[in-house]
Protein backbone atom coordinates (compact mmCIF):
# COMPACT_ATOMS: atom_id res chain seq x y z
CA UNK A 1 0.00 0.00 0.00
CA UNK A 2 0.91 3.07 -0.77
CA UNK A 3 2.50 5.74 1.73
CA UNK A 4 -0.06 8.25 0.41
CA UNK A 5 -2.94 5.79 1.37
CA UNK A 6 -5.25 6.83 4.36
CA UNK A 7 -6.99 5.37 7.01
CA UNK A 8 -10.69 6.41 8.30
CA UNK A 9 -11.57 5.07 11.83
CA UNK A 10 -15.19 5.58 12.56
CA UNK A 11 -16.73 4.36 16.22
CA UNK A 12 -20.20 4.92 17.29
CA UNK A 13 -19.68 4.32 21.09
CA UNK A 14 -21.80 5.40 24.18
CA UNK A 15 -21.01 8.31 25.90
CA UNK A 16 -18.55 6.77 28.54
CA UNK A 17 -16.41 4.44 25.99
CA UNK A 18 -14.52 7.17 23.38
CA UNK A 19 -11.94 6.59 20.50
CA UNK A 20 -8.76 8.71 21.11
CA UNK A 21 -9.10 11.70 19.74
CA UNK A 22 -6.56 14.07 18.65
CA UNK A 23 -4.44 16.99 16.47
CA UNK A 24 -5.67 19.00 14.13
CA UNK A 25 -8.68 18.51 11.78
CA UNK A 26 -8.34 22.20 9.37
CA UNK A 27 -11.40 22.93 7.09
CA UNK A 28 -10.68 24.76 4.08
CA UNK A 29 -9.70 28.35 4.68
CA UNK A 30 -13.11 30.84 5.10
CA UNK A 31 -13.02 34.47 4.57
CA UNK A 32 -13.81 36.09 7.83
CA UNK A 33 -14.53 39.77 9.14
CA UNK A 34 -15.17 39.23 13.07
CA UNK A 35 -17.86 42.20 12.94
CA UNK A 36 -19.66 40.60 9.93
CA UNK A 37 -19.67 37.02 10.86
CA UNK A 38 -19.62 37.21 14.93
CA UNK A 39 -23.07 37.50 16.72
CA UNK A 40 -23.77 36.90 20.18
CA UNK A 41 -26.01 33.59 19.38
CA UNK A 42 -22.77 31.70 19.14
CA UNK A 43 -22.82 31.96 22.53
CA UNK A 44 -23.37 28.92 24.84
CA UNK A 45 -26.23 28.11 26.30
CA UNK A 46 -25.11 25.12 28.05
CA UNK A 47 -21.92 25.05 30.67
CA UNK A 48 -18.93 25.78 28.28
CA UNK A 49 -15.25 23.74 28.87
CA UNK A 50 -12.92 25.82 31.59
CA UNK A 51 -9.39 25.51 32.12
CA UNK A 52 -8.68 22.99 35.19
CA UNK A 53 -6.16 25.02 37.13
CA UNK A 54 -4.03 22.12 38.36
CA UNK A 55 -3.20 21.77 34.75
CA UNK A 56 -1.52 25.79 34.36
CA UNK A 57 2.02 24.26 35.53
CA UNK A 58 2.00 22.12 32.79
CA UNK A 59 0.74 24.72 29.86
CA UNK A 60 2.15 27.50 27.79
CA UNK A 61 1.26 30.91 28.82
CA UNK A 62 -1.26 31.06 25.82
CA UNK A 63 -3.47 28.73 27.56
CA UNK A 64 -4.98 30.36 30.31
CA UNK A 65 -5.00 34.03 28.65
CA UNK A 66 -7.58 31.94 25.93
CA UNK A 67 -9.11 29.96 28.32
CA UNK A 68 -10.13 33.05 30.47
CA UNK A 69 -11.77 35.00 27.32
CA UNK A 70 -13.53 31.95 26.54
CA UNK A 71 -15.07 31.73 29.86
CA UNK A 72 -15.90 35.53 29.92
CA UNK A 73 -17.40 35.28 26.20
CA UNK A 74 -19.10 31.81 27.09
CA UNK A 75 -18.27 30.75 23.98
CA UNK A 76 -18.34 26.93 23.43
CA UNK A 77 -15.24 25.79 20.66
CA UNK A 78 -18.00 25.11 18.38
CA UNK A 79 -18.36 28.79 18.10
CA UNK A 80 -14.91 29.45 18.34
CA UNK A 81 -14.29 26.97 15.40
CA UNK A 82 -16.47 28.38 12.94
CA UNK A 83 -14.44 31.85 13.63
CA UNK A 84 -11.46 30.19 13.03
CA UNK A 85 -12.41 28.01 10.11
CA UNK A 86 -10.91 24.92 11.91
CA UNK A 87 -12.78 21.36 13.79
CA UNK A 88 -13.56 21.81 17.09
CA UNK A 89 -10.37 19.66 18.40
CA UNK A 90 -8.53 21.06 16.13
CA UNK A 91 -9.28 24.56 18.03
CA UNK A 92 -9.44 23.09 21.56
CA UNK A 93 -5.67 21.75 20.90
CA UNK A 94 -5.00 25.10 20.09
CA UNK A 95 -6.40 26.32 24.06
CA UNK A 96 -3.65 23.53 25.37
CA UNK A 97 -0.73 24.28 23.09
CA UNK A 98 -1.15 20.95 21.46
CA UNK A 99 -1.28 22.71 17.62
CA UNK A 100 0.64 25.39 15.96
CA UNK A 101 -1.24 28.55 15.09
CA UNK A 102 -0.93 30.36 12.41
CA UNK A 103 -0.95 34.18 12.01
CA UNK A 104 -4.52 33.88 10.54
CA UNK A 105 -5.60 31.74 13.44
CA UNK A 106 -3.96 34.48 16.27
CA UNK A 107 -5.81 37.41 14.11
CA UNK A 108 -9.09 35.92 14.17
CA UNK A 109 -9.01 34.87 17.86
CA UNK A 110 -7.52 37.99 18.69
CA UNK A 111 -11.01 39.32 17.09
CA UNK A 112 -13.41 36.90 18.60
CA UNK A 113 -11.95 36.86 22.29
CA UNK A 114 -10.89 40.76 22.23
CA UNK A 115 -7.67 39.84 23.47
CA UNK A 116 -4.60 41.81 22.17
CA UNK A 117 -3.24 40.41 18.98
CA UNK A 118 -0.06 41.79 20.04
CA UNK A 119 -0.22 39.95 23.53
CA UNK A 120 -1.36 36.73 21.24
CA UNK A 121 1.32 36.99 18.75
CA UNK A 122 4.05 36.74 21.87
CA UNK A 123 2.33 33.47 23.83
CA UNK A 124 1.03 31.62 20.35
CA UNK A 125 4.56 32.42 18.09
CA UNK A 126 6.52 29.75 18.73
CA UNK A 127 6.74 26.32 18.06
CA UNK A 128 4.35 23.83 20.63
CA UNK A 129 5.61 21.34 23.28
CA UNK A 130 3.07 18.49 22.86
CA UNK A 131 2.57 16.04 25.44
CA UNK A 132 3.34 17.88 28.57
CA UNK A 133 -0.38 17.72 29.85
CA UNK A 134 -1.13 14.27 30.88
CA UNK A 135 -0.15 11.47 32.94
CA UNK A 136 0.14 7.71 32.03
CA UNK A 137 -2.41 6.31 32.59
CA UNK A 138 -4.43 9.17 32.89
CA UNK A 139 -6.04 10.09 35.85
CA UNK A 140 -8.88 12.12 34.53
CA UNK A 141 -12.10 9.48 34.23
CA UNK A 142 -13.15 10.42 30.19
CA UNK A 143 -9.49 10.46 29.69
CA UNK A 144 -9.15 7.07 30.65
CA UNK A 145 -12.00 5.99 29.32
CA UNK A 146 -10.32 6.39 25.86
CA UNK A 147 -6.70 5.03 27.12
CA UNK A 148 -9.49 1.79 27.88
CA UNK A 149 -10.13 1.19 24.48
CA UNK A 150 -6.76 1.24 23.35
CA UNK A 151 -5.94 -1.77 26.07
CA UNK A 152 -9.22 -3.40 25.18
CA UNK A 153 -8.78 -3.13 21.14
CA UNK A 154 -5.12 -1.95 20.42
CA UNK A 155 -4.05 -5.09 19.25
CA UNK A 156 -7.71 -5.81 17.73
CA UNK A 157 -6.81 -2.95 15.76
CA UNK A 158 -3.57 -3.25 14.93
CA UNK A 159 -3.74 -7.19 13.54
CA UNK A 160 -6.93 -5.43 11.17
CA UNK A 161 -4.91 -2.54 10.07
CA UNK A 162 -2.28 -4.98 9.11
CA UNK A 163 -4.31 -7.02 7.21
CA UNK A 164 -5.58 -4.33 5.36
CA UNK A 165 -2.63 -2.05 5.03
CA UNK A 166 0.15 -4.31 5.61
CA UNK A 167 3.29 -3.67 7.83
CA UNK A 168 2.66 -0.05 8.74
CA UNK A 169 1.34 2.25 11.18
CA UNK A 170 -1.22 5.18 10.94
CA UNK A 171 0.21 8.62 11.30
CA UNK A 172 -0.85 10.84 14.22
CA UNK A 173 0.86 13.89 12.50
CA UNK A 174 -0.77 13.39 8.91
CA UNK A 175 -4.16 13.08 10.64
CA UNK A 176 -7.27 14.69 11.72
CA UNK A 177 -9.95 14.15 14.06
CA UNK A 178 -13.12 15.14 14.69
CA UNK A 179 -16.24 14.78 17.45
CA UNK A 180 -19.68 14.56 16.12
CA UNK A 181 -23.31 13.69 18.31
CA UNK A 182 -25.46 10.87 17.35
CA UNK A 183 -29.15 10.67 19.02
CA UNK A 184 -32.00 7.85 18.60
CA UNK A 185 -34.13 5.95 20.36
CA UNK A 186 -31.25 4.71 22.43
CA UNK A 187 -29.72 7.42 23.88
CA UNK A 188 -27.04 10.17 22.99
CA UNK A 189 -23.82 8.48 21.12
CA UNK A 190 -20.54 10.01 20.58
CA UNK A 191 -18.84 9.73 17.11
CA UNK A 192 -15.24 9.69 16.93
CA UNK A 193 -13.68 9.86 13.54
CA UNK A 194 -10.13 8.77 13.72
CA UNK A 195 -8.59 9.90 9.99
CA UNK A 196 -4.49 9.50 9.59
CA UNK A 197 -2.64 8.56 6.70
CA UNK A 198 -0.69 4.84 6.49
CA UNK A 199 2.94 5.07 6.83
CA UNK A 200 4.34 1.83 5.77
CA UNK A 201 7.78 0.76 7.49
CA UNK A 202 10.69 1.31 5.65
CA UNK A 203 13.33 -1.64 4.44
CA UNK A 204 17.18 -0.77 5.00
Do not use: C
Amino acid sequence: MSSFSRLALSAHLAPRAIVPAASAFARPSVAYTASRHFHPTNMASKPIATLDASLVPRLPPSSPTLFEAKKQKKLTFEAIAKELGREEVSTAALFYGQAQASPEDIQKLSAVLDIPAEKLESQLSGYPDRGRTMDMPPKEPLIYRLYEIVQNYGYAYKAVLNEKFGDGIMSAISFSTKVEKETDEKGEWAVITLRGKWLPYSRF
